[in-house]
Each structure stands twice: as C-alpha cells, then as structure tokens.
C-alpha cells in the first residue's frame, strides 16, 4: 500500500514539473479582433423623433460598420445636442437648423460660438399645439394658459417659444411647463397643463398615443398667424399638413416648420463620418423600420441645400462619390 502511495505520488509530481511546459508551448495565438470604437449619438428624450432616429442610425452602424459601437443616448434635444458635439462628448448628434446657426453663431441659448460640421440633413418637424379645450382656437386664447413647450434648453422649446414672441406672446402672459413630449402627454391627460407644444415628426409616436385616448384638438391658427410666427424663428418655413395626419386633425393645418440636421465636430475622424453617412444612407430601410418620418430624408438635400454651416469632409466625400454635391 506504501509503494503504491508513493507511486501516485511521483507520477502527481511529474505532473506537476510538466505544466509549465505545456504552458510554455501553446498552439498558434488567435488573431486579435481590433479594439470597437465607441460611437455616442445625440437623440432627445424618449418618445421623441431625434431619439427615435438616434436608435435607427445606432442599428445602422452597429449592422453594417465593422469596427464600431454605435450607442443611442436620451439628451435635452437640440441645445444640449450641439453642446456635446462642441466639447466631443458625442460622435454626433441631432438637432434643427434654427437652432444650430444660432449656435455658430454664438447666439440665442449659446453665449459663444460653437464648432460644428454637418453629416446629413435629416427629416422636417412641425410646431403642433394641441389641447383638450375644443374652445381654444387662435393666438388670443393662449393668454393666461399652462403650456408645456418642451424640455428646459431644448431646441423645442426655443422653437415654441420663439412662435410664441413672434405673436407678441411672453412668458409673463403664459404659464411656460417644461417637460418632455412624453411627459407633456401625461400632463394634458391629467390636467396639469393646458396645451402641450411639440415640436415633432408627421408619424409623432408620443402623439399617435396621445391622440388614439383623447381627443385632441389641434389648435387651428390662421395661415397669416404661421407666416408671423415662421418669419420669426430662424431656420423655419410655412407648411401646410394635409387633413387626417394624425387622429383628431380633420382640416388641413398650416403648422410652422423647420428642417432638422446631423452635426458633428469639424476635427472628428473623416474615414468614421465617411463611414456612417454612406452607410446610412445604404441602409434606409433600417432607418425607416425605426420612424416613418425617416422617409423625409433625401440625399439630394444634403448635396444642394447651404444653411450656412459647412458640412464635414468625411460626408463631403460621400456624397462627391454619389454625384449630389453641388455646392
């Protein structure tokens, strides 16, 4: 019995000695995967077009552009927005064009210049106010009101409150709520605000749901109204919205609107701008399955359209490439 103890003993201790070398003498070492750069997008707060767009470009580059990690972020919108494209605290981010001349500007909620460079630009939004008053029907009936006009800072509630001045309206004439768009709804719902301003898509999600529980009335404001209040607002234009858009809507509305864009930042790496815009533009159909209102979007539009802020070389290339560079 002690022979055979010592026997295992010494084959335990050859063991042993022979780890190392079979340590030592591996087989052929994979091939390392290169290391994902990290991409954050701008959106907005949840329930909104920018955040909704956001999560279609994030699937977009994490499907079909190797080497990268796309993550969608909830932001305050616009503002906030081109504020981290300035400081390169996101790849890029969503926002209007309003909203971004004044910020190259170093005017309106920037009090210095910002820097900024375009990718795309991407679908159109509209001034919508709506209510559960059927009585509420012009400017007039604004005075004295609780009106939600989106979150604090946002490009939102620049907007609404820039219509809203143009009609000689101030903020000592209103109650101004700030909240998101999704919180605005719960507020009309629940009584705690009046109107709810958005600024939004023609396929809205966060007023889809709003309008299939209540019946919302869209204020009705006068084509003169809108034309006052889009001259008013930088980067706006005077649309009318075909009755039927949205559940509720049972007249052709003529509604402030305003092209929104793509900014990132003008030193951002030109093969990952390259990258990401020619992708997105390949690969639409990711883009429209997230928003319907990603069908607003035309290639051609980013090719011709100058609103005074240079696109970044990376898409400039792109769309050289694609024979829509007319400028």
């Excluded at 591996?26 to 077009?49: D, H, I, R």
């Excluded at 991407?122 to 009585?135: E, K, R, W």
């Excluded at 006009?149 to 000592?172: F, H, K, Q, R, Y």
Aim: net charge negative; with cysteine; glycine share 10%.
């Amino acid at each position: 019995m002690v022979k055979r103890l010592k026997v295992i003993s010494l084959i335990s201790l050859a063991l042993v000695l022979a780890l190392p070398l079979v340590v030592a003498c591996p087989g052929p070492a994979p091939t390392p995967t290169p290391e994902e750069k990290v991409l954050l997008l701008g959106g907005c707060g949840v329930g909104g077009s920018f955040y909704a767009h956001a999560t279609g470009l994030m699937k977009v580059i994490n499907q079909y552009v190797p080497g990268y990690e796309a993550i969608a972020q909830v932001t305050g919108c616009s503002v906030e927005n081109l504020r981290l494209v300035d400081t390169r605290k996101v790849f890029s981010a969503y926002a209007s064009v309003g909203v971004s001349q004044d910020a190259t500007a170093g005017e309106g909620s920037f009090t210095t210049p910002l820097k900024l460079a375009l990718m795309y630009y991407a679908h159109s939004t509209c001034a919508y106010f709506m209510t559960l008053d059927p009585t509420i029907n012009s400017t007039q009936d604004l005075r004295g009101k609780r009106i939600s006009i989106g979150d604090p800072g946002s490009g939102s509630a620049v907007v609404n409150l820039g219509i809203l001045e143009a009609w000689g309206i101030t903020e000592d004439d209103f109650t101004p709520v700030y909240l998101s768009e999704s919180a605005a709804a719960g507020a009309l719902r629940d009584g705690n605000t009046d109107i709810a301003a958005f600024v939004a898509s023609s396929s809205q999600g966060s007023i889809i749901e709003l309008t299939t529980v209540e019946d919302v009335h869209f204020i009705p404001f006068t084509k003169e109204d809108i034309e006052k209040a889009a001259a008013g607002v930088k980067g706006r234009v005077v649309i009318q919205m075909p009755a039927g858009t949205y559940k509720g809507m049972d007249e052709d509305l003529w509604l402030v609107a305003g092209v929104m864009l793509m900014a990132t930042h003008p030193d951002e790496d030109a093969d990952s701008v390259y990258a990401v815009v020619k992708a997105m533009w390949e690969h639409m159909d990711v883009m429209l399955a997230t928003h319907a209102s990603c069908a607003d979007y035309k290639k051609e539009q980013s090719g011709e359209l100058d609103v005074g802020i240079p696109f970044h070389p990376g898409a400039i290339k792109y769309y050289k490439e694609v024979g829509v560079w007319k400028k």
